[in-house]
Antibody
Framework: EVQLVESGGGLVQPGRSLRLSCAAS????????MHWVRQAPGKGLEWVSG????????GYADSVKGRFTISRDNAKNSLYLQMNSLRAEDTALYYC???????????????WGQGTLVTVSS | DIQMTQSPSSLSASVGDRVTITCQAS??????LNWYQQKPGKAPKLLIY???NLETGVPSRFSGSGSGTDFTFTISSLQPEDIATYYC??????????FGQGTKLEIK
């Protein structure tokens, strides 16, 4: 059974940093691209960032480019999101999501974690 | 960037009703359109991929159609457990993904 478990969320002041983690199990982690998708309270879904199987291809939404860094450790079956210079508008539930396509970026997200909440406020 | 316009934003229907949600892309996206269901307090779940393909294990009352710029998601006979928010999602110039604004479905 595929499981994605996010952690690392919390309350942080504007301008500070936070690192999210996603522990994956139930599939061959290093065979798939992975993503972060967020959802502001009461709002819709927004793709944040994605990383290919070997970290060779990475993408970011314009809203986080230059502030967030995605990474993965295939030996630990883990995905990360380093979030710097946080803003109030980054407040959201952050989901880790598995890509369906082998190795490179595909067209959809077939498994999602339950999310970790990030609140940016003074 | 391709924009997705999903409508309606909310919908109230009775059990057994046929429910339709639309998603319009700002430019031709072929069949690169997926539909997700998100129940309250839960993560999204994939229902339909490539505009019209039913994900394994998803009930056949769910269906999708369309290509180009106009897409439709249909529940043929609404069930109480279908109460959720539904999102369309497109992809272009991978990795770049856009979701529609969502449609909140309620029982009348």
């Amino acid at each position: 059974e595929v499981q994605l478990v996010e952690s690392g969320g919390g309350l942080v002041q504007p301008g500070r940093s936070l690192r999210l983690s996603c522990a994956a199990s139930g599939f061959t982690f290093d065979d798939y691209a992975m993503h972060w998708v967020r959802q502001a309270p009461g709002k819709g879904l927004e793709w944040v960032s994605g990383i290919s199987w070997n970290s060779g291809s990475i993408g970011y939404a314009d809203s986080v480019k230059g502030r967030f860094t995605i990474s993965r450790d295939n030996a630990k079956n883990s995905l990360y999101l380093q979030m710097n210079s946080l803003r109030a508008e980054d407040t959201a539930l952050y989901y880790c999501a598995k890509d369906r396509r082998l190795l490179w970026f595909g067209e959809l997200f077939d498994y999602w974690g339950q999310g970790t909440l990030v609140t940016v406020s003074s | 960037d391709i924009q997705m316009t999903q409508s309606p934003s909310s919908l109230s229907a009775s059990v057994g009703d046929r429910v339709t949600i639309t998603c319009q892309a700002s430019q031709d996206i072929s069949n690169y359109l997926n539909w997700y269901q998100q129940k309250p307090g839960k993560a999204p779940k994939l229902l339909i991929y490539d505009a019209s393909n039913l994900e394994t294990g998803v009930p056949s009352r769910f269906s999708g159609s369309g290509s180009g710029t106009d897409f439709t998601f249909t529940i043929s006979s609404l069930q109480p457990e279908d109460i959720a928010t539904y999102y369309c999602q497109q992809y272009d110039n991978l990795p770049r993904y856009t979701f529609g604004q969502g449609t909140k479905l309620e029982i009348k």
